[in-house]
């Protein structure tokens, strides 16, 4: 069930339980969405953050959005008795966010055909193995290049194959902006969908590691659990970086050595927001070109966060700011002729912050954000001057998520895939990323500069986004009656200041530097003036995950109340694979890192001083600002920080 942190007209917390319809026999999954329809339409059954705040879909939505799935897979490929065979197989093999996965799915059933899951995972000749085996008679597959060009190649694998390949729908397709239906008037004179099922018969498949015995055993992904290869690492590697331009001839010098103009990417919302202040305020810079998503109404986003997050909104009519709209994985930015021109002609510096942010997404869903980067690169070499613009990219630590080097971890390239292999599609596209600059930089005239930023601890006003674990384990206090004890520092940098020493590091010689804080705070110094306010003691880290499965255990209350009262159930694996504390690694957190290079490279991160109390009170201010806490805050005693 969904979290409902906030109140919303339009949907309703009663939820009326299909008692009745689950004990039957005769009732099959698409049934269950129609009743709900009926039964709960105003309840929500997906809830998702779209940047600015949280959405919900109910259930009658979503049940429209079925439809449409459904009648998509109809009109494209008829009635399901047409194929000859009882029960024809449609393989969904597709990076898709999990709402409209969900809904093109169950829409498929609807539509009288059987859904075949396919990780995305699987390399051709196991999907090609998978689509025999199954007798599929068709294949819906999501637009990325590595995805569809997967399909194509497992397709081309298969001797006299007929496959029909469908694009996945999208979001936009099933669903309108607000979460309602899409266009469902059009919907009215289509043929009546399957409201009736033989439950007797296959509904899904699932493909569960060992059940097919793959063709390939050499292929590129671990037959065994799916995990990508360091070599496909590699691979993607070597695709980024086999086409640099050379540069062009007859280079000139710069005509004003002495002033910055730079290009900076991801600036309507967190880290890049304030990254963008610092630069506006910088006397050095003459010029920022924003660059931001094409039809996002940057320019009204930009001023809404500015002002959120407590930035000085009247630097935005400063006239050496531009935004610019566009579309970064485009070989021509999706923007006019002259403004390439201009931008080309005059940046100093590249600043790339625009990121898809998704732990939960394989490799292939960040294709678009590889390509990003390879044209920024591009970019950079494409600029008639001597020098190139330097280019500084905005990593993140979780690449030494399987690190096992020297502690701590110095600033310099990760040559080993091993690092990051297995661990995110997010990590191991940030290391690919990392490779291409690296590349970039040891075969062209380019500079480049990767950044790892590490755990950003609330913006200028003190808020910390509640979404983030450290939040959601505060709140956990309040309703469990504790917060863990663990050993060990941490790292984390405000926002504001972690932007600033960012501004400053894009004149860096450097190839990488750390951006975390570097005084580090133990960890009970930071986390006991947070027990003290919520009046709960500290307990050893096993207690308190213990303490956290009891009320999963025991509480009665539905998930969608008790996930309200305590986020952190919802991040139990997360917490979990931490049980084990290891004395080079921080608490619930990654490896210790040098920050030797970053200090000397920017003013501000050398000068900045440790965590203390004060962080820690607005941090509290600002959940109990918003309604995350709820609590009647004691005066706060005097402590350690």
């Known amino acids: 069930m969904p979290i409902l942190s906030q109140p919303d007209r339009n949907i309703t917390r009663d939820f009326n339980p299909p008692r009745e319809l689950v004990v039957r026999e005769d009732v099959a999954l698409p049934q269950l969405y129609d009743w709900n329809a009926e039964h709960n339409a105003q309840y929500p059954l997906f809830v998702f953050h779209d940047g600015e705040c949280l959405s919900h879909i109910t259930y009658s939505a979503a049940n429209q959005a079925i439809d449409r799935a459904a009648r998509l897979v109809l009109q494209e490929l008829g009635p399901a008795s047409a194929f000859g065979v009882k029960q024809p197989v449609i393989g969904l093999c597709a990076d898709s966010e999990t709402i409209s996965y969900v809904c093109t799915s169950i829409g498929v059933m609807r539509a009288g055909y059987v859904a075949f899951f396919i990780s995305t995972r699987n390399g051709p000749a196991a999907v090609a193995d998978m689509l025999q085996r199954t007798c599929a008679q068709a294949l819906l597959v999501s637009p990325d290049a590595t995805t569809s060009h997967a399909a194509q190649e497992a397709i081309g694998m298969i001797s006299g194959a007929d496959f029909v390949t469908l694009e996945m729908p999208t979001f936009e397709y099933l669903f309108t902006t607000d979460g309602s239906p899409s266009d469902p008037a059009t919907e009215e004179n289509l043929r009546p969908l399957r409201r009736h099922f033989d439950v007797n018969l296959i509904a899904m498949i699932q493909h569960s590691s060992g059940t097919f015995s793959l063709l390939n055993l050499g292929m590129e992904l671990t037959a065994s659990n799916g995990v990508r290869s360091p070599s496909d690492l590699w691979n993607y590697v070597e695709k980024y970086t086999a086409d640099f331009p050379a540069r062009p001839e007859n280079l000139l010098d710069r005509p004003h050595p002495d002033r910055d103009v730079v290009l900076i990417t991801g600036t309507t919302r967190g880290f890049g927001c304030d990254v963008l202040e610092h630069l506006l305020r910088d006397e050095r810079v003459e010029r920022v070109f924003a660059f931001n998503r094409k039809n996002s109404k940057a320019a009204v986003r930009q001023r809404k966060h500015f002002r959120a997050r407590g930035l000085d909104e009247k630097l935005l009519d400063s006239p050496k700011f531009e935004m610019v709209e566009g579309v970064l994985d485009d070989d021509g930015f999706g923007i006019c002729a002259d403004l390439l021109d201009r931008i080309r002609r005059s940046v100093t510096h590249i600043m790339h912050n625009a990121w898809r942010v998704d732990f939960n997404m394989s490799l292939p869903s960040f294709d678009a954000d590889l390509q990003n980067?390879?044209?920024?690169?591009?970019?950079?070499?494409?600029?008639?001057?001597?020098?190139?613009?330097?280019?500084?990219?905005?990593?993140?630590?979780?690449?030494?998520?399987?690190?096992?080097?020297?502690?701590?971890?110095?600033?310099?390239?990760?040559?080993?895939?091993?690092?990051?292999?297995?661990?995110?599609?997010?990590?191991?596209?940030?290391?690919?990323?990392?490779?291409?600059?690296?590349?970039?930089?040891?075969?062209?005239?380019?500079?480049?500069?990767?950044?790892?930023?590490?755990?950003?601890?609330?913006?200028?006003?003190?808020?910390?986004?509640?979404?983030?674990?450290?939040?959601?384990?505060?709140?956990?206090?309040?309703?469990?009656?504790?917060?863990p004890r663990v050993t060990g520092s941490v790292s984390w940098i405000p926002s504001y200041e972690a932007a600033r020493a960012f501004a400053e590091m894009r004149h860096s010689r450097e190839s990488v530097l750390h951006l975390v804080h570097p005084q580090r705070i133990p960890w009970n110094d930071m986390i006991a003036p947070i027990a003290s306010q919520l009046n709960v003691p500290l307990v050893p880290y096993e207690d308190w995950l213990a303490r956290l499965q009891e009320n999963i255990d025991r509480d009665n209350s539905p998930t969608i109340e008790l996930t309200e009262k305590s986020p952190a159930l919802r991040l139990m694996s997360f917490f979990m694979m931490f049980v084990k504390a290891s004395s080079k690694r921080e608490p619930l957190g990654g490896a210790y890192l040098s920050t030797e290079k970053s200090t000397a490279a920017s003013p501000t991160l050398a000068e900045l001083p440790m965590l203390n109390e004060r962080n820690v009170q607005r941090w509290m201010d600002g959940w109990k600002k918003s309604g995350f806490l709820r609590y009647a805050a004691p005066q706060l005693p005097r402590s350690r920080l």
């Open 373 to 483: 980067a390879c044209n920024l690169i591009k970019l950079a070499l494409a600029s008639p001057f001597k020098t190139p613009p330097s280019l500084i990219f905005v990593s993140s630590i979780v690449v030494f998520g399987n690190y096992r080097g020297v502690c701590p971890a110095p600033e310099a390239p990760l040559d080993d895939p091993a690092t990051v292999s297995g661990t995110s599609g997010y990590a191991e596209a940030k290391w690919i990323t990392e490779r291409m600059l690296h590349t970039a930089a040891q075969t062209t005239s380019l500079h480049t500069v990767v950044v790892r930023l590490g755990q950003v601890c609330g913006d200028r006003t003190g808020y910390w986004n509640e979404r983030e674990w450290v939040p959601a384990l505060v709140k956990s206090g309040h309703f469990h009656g504790c917060l």
